[in-house]
């Protein structure tokens, strides 16, 4: 039992006419691990690329910039680890903006095709380099009310997985329709797979099944994370099938 002004789960009143807080501890030092976790983990992500743009700095300070084309390459690696930072910061913005959110902002109503429109003309660049075929089917005039963005985002990171976690010559297929209530978002890919001990842990934060392959991808363990925070703020669910070597499929469901 804990005593504390904050939060009330229940209250009792005492015999001496003062008010009690009856506090499940379990909970909250369950929480506070979640946060110390996150943090350490958080540090750890920030650190590998920073420690190897200042490696390469260092090494490129202490004689290597006279070599011509190693320089260039070591100046691509500093590249591409300050882009890795920088998706790592606007996923841990964009997961820490939505997690103390109960309602979102910016609600508008808008057509879902125009939406995925967007997102075929972003995503088609990455797919054709990565020789995976692209299969959107929407179904016409489906209105949506709800942040564009975020659904925008939600979708761009379930098919961004399903090109990266693909094979050479591979499909994605998308499927939106409406049911009762109900409007569905299919994300079919024909790729790696996930194996059965892993995708229960797929949507922890910085969960990755192979950790090389995820950064190789440019991949911050975030994503799915931040798919699961905007299908809970919607108050929709979210379902995974996956066989190991032959595919994986998100069903997303969000009330209509
Ligand atoms: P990442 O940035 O590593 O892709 P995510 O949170 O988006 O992080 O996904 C977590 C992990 O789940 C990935 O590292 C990958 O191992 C696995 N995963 C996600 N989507 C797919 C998919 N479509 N096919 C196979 N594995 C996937």
Redo the contacts with the bound molecule.
């Keep these: 039992i804990y005593t504390s002004p904050i939060k009330t789960n229940t209250t009792e009143q005492l015999n001496a006419g003062g008010l009690a807080t009856i506090y499940d501890i379990t909970n909250l030092k369950k929480l506070e691990q979640i946060r110390t976790e996150f943090v350490s983990n958080v540090t750890h992500e920030l650190k590998t690329p920073l420690t190897s743009i200042r490696g390469f700095i260092e090494t490129l300070k202490s004689g290597a910039i006279d070599d011509k084309s190693v320089a260039v390459k070591f100046l691509d690696i500093i590249d591409i680890e300050s882009e890795r930072l920088s998706s790592l910061i606007n996923?841990i913005l964009q997961l820490s903006e939505i997690e103390n959110k109960t309602k979102d902002s910016d609600i508008s109503s808008h057509k879902i095709n125009n939406t995925v429109k967007e997102i075929y003309d972003m995503i088609q660049g990455v797919a054709s380099k990565k020789n995976v075929q692209l299969s959107f089917e929407v179904e016409e005039n489906i209105t949506i009310t709800a942040n564009k963005n975020r659904i925008k985002q939600m979708l761009i990171?379930?098919i961004?997985?399903?090109i990266?976690?693909?094979i050479d010559g591979g499909t994605v297929y998308l499927k939106v329709f409406k049911t009762e209530g109900k409007i569905n978002f299919i994300?079919k890919?024909s790729?790696?797979?996930?194996d059965e001990e892993?995708i229960h842990r797929?949507?922890e934060?910085?969960?990755?099944?192979?950790?090389g392959?995820?950064?190789n991808?440019?991949?911050?363990?975030?994503?799915?994370?931040?798919?699961k925070h905007i299908v809970n703020l919607y108050n929709g669910n979210i379902k995974?099938t996956?066989k190991l070597g032959s595919?994986?499929e998100?069903i997303v469901q969000l009330p209509a």
């Design positions: 996923d990171n379930l961004d997985n399903a990266k976690y693909n994300i890919d790729g790696i797979g996930i892993h797929i949507f934060r910085f969960y990755r099944v192979d950790k392959r995820s950064r991808m440019g991949g911050t363990g975030l994503g799915l994370s931040i798919v995974v996956s595919g994986t998100f």
